[in-house]
C-alpha cells in the first residue's frame, strides 16, 4: 500500500533542488535565505526517510536505486554550484571557493564513472565511507547556509567553515579515487 513513498520522496527531492536554487536566486533577504536553509533541511530529512522506509518495509526498487543516488547529485552540485557564485565574489572566499570546484568536479566526474561502468555491468556500490563522504558534504552545507545567511560571523567561524571545506574535500577526493581504481580494475578485469 505505500509502496510509492519512498520514491515519491526521491522524486519530491529530484525537482526540490532546482526549485530550492531558483528561489534562493530570487530571495535574497534574510528571511528567503532562512527559509532556504528550512527547505534544504526538509530535503535532507525525505532521504533518509526513503532510504529507511524502502528498507524498513523491505520496498527497495530499481527506480529508487536508480534516482536516489541522482537525486543526492543533483542537489549537492547545485548547492556547491550556487555557493561557489556567491564566493566568488568575495575575494576572502577564496579558499572555499576553490574546494567547492574540486567537490563539483569529483562529484560529476564520479557520475560519469559510474555510468561507464553500469555500462559494462558492473558494481560500483556505495562504500560506508562514502556514506560518511554523503554526511559531511550535507554538514558543509549547512556550514555554507549559516556563512551565506551570515547567523556566525567570525574570524574562528570562518577558520572553521576554511577546514571544514578541506576535511570533506579530502575525504570526497579519498572515495572518489577508491571508485577510479575499483573502475579500472572492473575495466582491467571484467
Given at each position: 500500500?505505500?509502496?510509492?513513498?519512498?520514491?515519491?520522496l526521491?522524486?519530491l527531492?529530484l525537482?526540490?533542488?532546482?526549485?530550492?536554487?531558483?528561489?534562493?536566486?530570487?530571495d535574497q533577504s534574510?528571511s528567503g535565505?532562512y527559509?532556504?536553509l528550512?527547505?534544504?533541511i526538509?530535503v535532507?530529512?525525505?532521504d533518509?526517510l526513503?532510504g529507511y522506509l524502502?528498507r524498513?518495509?523491505n520496498i527497495e526498487?530499481?527506480?529508487?536505486?536508480?534516482f536516489?543516488?541522482?537525486?543526492d547529485k543533483i542537489?549537492?552540485?547545485?548547492?556547491?554550484?550556487?555557493f561557489?557564485?556567491i564566493?566568488?565574489v568575495n575575494p576572502d572566499?577564496l579558499?572555499?571557493s576553490?574546494?567547492l570546484i574540486l567537490?563539483?568536479t569529483?562529484?560529476?566526474m564520479?557520475?560519469?564513472?559510474?555510468e561507464?561502468?553500469?555500462a559494462?555491468?558492473?558494481d560500483?556500490s556505495?562504500t560506508?565511507?562514502a556514506k560518511?563522504?554523503?554526511?559531511?558534504?550535507?554538514i558543509?552545507?549547512?556550514?555554507?547556509?549559516f556563512d551565506y545567511?551570515?547567523?556566525?560571523?567570525?574570524?574562528?567561524?570562518?577558520?572553521?567553515?576554511?577546514?571544514?571545506?578541506?576535511?570533506?574535500?579530502?575525504l570526497t577526493?579519498y572515495?572518489?579515487?577508491?571508485?577510479?581504481?575499483k573502475?579500472?580494475?572492473t575495466?582491467n578485469?571484467?
Amino acid at each position: 500500500m505505500y509502496s510509492y513513498i519512498p520514491n515519491f520522496l526521491t522524486f519530491l527531492r529530484l525537482f526540490a533542488a532546482p526549485v530550492l536554487i531558483l528561489y534562493l536566486i530570487i530571495d535574497q533577504s534574510f528571511s528567503g535565505k532562512y527559509f532556504g536553509l528550512v527547505i534544504f533541511i526538509f530535503v535532507i530529512l525525505t532521504d533518509f526517510l526513503d532510504g529507511y522506509l524502502a528498507r524498513k518495509f523491505n520496498i527497495e526498487s530499481n527506480i529508487g536505486r536508480v534516482f536516489d543516488p541522482i537525486a543526492d547529485k543533483i542537489m549537492v552540485i547545485l548547492l556547491f554550484a550556487f555557493f561557489l557564485g556567491i564566493n566568488l565574489v568575495n575575494p576572502d572566499k577564496l579558499f572555499v571557493s576553490l574546494i567547492l570546484i574540486l567537490l563539483i568536479t569529483r562529484e560529476i566526474m564520479i557520475s560519469g564513472l559510474r555510468e561507464f561502468v553500469s555500462a559494462e555491468k558492473a558494481d560500483l556500490s556505495v562504500t560506508q565511507l562514502a556514506k560518511w563522504k554523503t554526511f559531511f558534504q550535507t554538514i558543509l552545507l549547512i556550514f555554507l547556509f549559516f556563512d551565506y545567511i551570515y547567523l556566525f560571523q567570525s574570524t574562528v567561524v570562518s577558520w572553521s567553515i576554511d577546514l571544514f571545506c578541506l576535511v570533506t574535500c579530502l575525504l570526497t577526493w579519498y572515495t572518489g579515487m577508491q571508485y577510479i581504481f575499483k573502475a579500472f580494475d572492473t575495466a582491467n578485469n571484467g
